[in-house]
């Protein structure tokens, strides 16, 4: 069974600094692609990046590009964001997905993962 632990989320001032971090377990990381989603109050939850299991590619949302930086070390079963220069309107509950992707590098979209963390809330003051 897939499991996913997100964490690391917090207040911090804009311009501030944010490194989060999603912990699999009970699947091999290797054949997953992850990505972290971001859910603002009121609105739909969107894809800030992700990343394929099996040849490192990436993919940012444009308002996350050169600010945002998606990683995974298989070893520790673990995938983090980092976020630099952090903006108020990059508020909202952050949520590390997983999906079996063998091959390939599916969008970065809600409806393509079908396992989630729990969410950790990240705050930015002005």
């Known amino acids: 069974q897939v499991q996913l632990e997100d964490s690391g989320g917090g207040l911090v001032h804009s311009g501030g600094s944010l490194r989060l971090s999603c912990t699999g377990s009970g699947f091999n990381m290797d054949i997953y692609q992850f990505g972290w989603f971001r859910q603002a109050p009121g609105k739909e939850r969107e894809g800030v990046a992700c990343?394929?299991?099996?040849?490192?590619?990436?993919y940012y949302a444009d308002s996350m590009k050169g600010r945002f930086t998606i990683s995974r070390d298989n070893a520790k079963n673990t995938i983090y964001l980092q976020m630099d220069s952090l903006k108020p309107e990059d508020t909202g509950v952050y949520y590390c997905?997983?999906?079996?992707?063998?091959?390939?590098?599916?969008?970065?979209?809600?409806?393509?993962?079908?396992?989630w963390g729990q969410g950790t809330q990240v705050t930015v003051s002005s």
């Open positions: 997905a997983a999906e079996w992707t063998p091959t390939g590098f599916r969008p970065c979209v809600r409806g393509h993962f079908g396992s």
């Open positions: 990343i394929s299991g099996t040849d490192g590619r990436t």
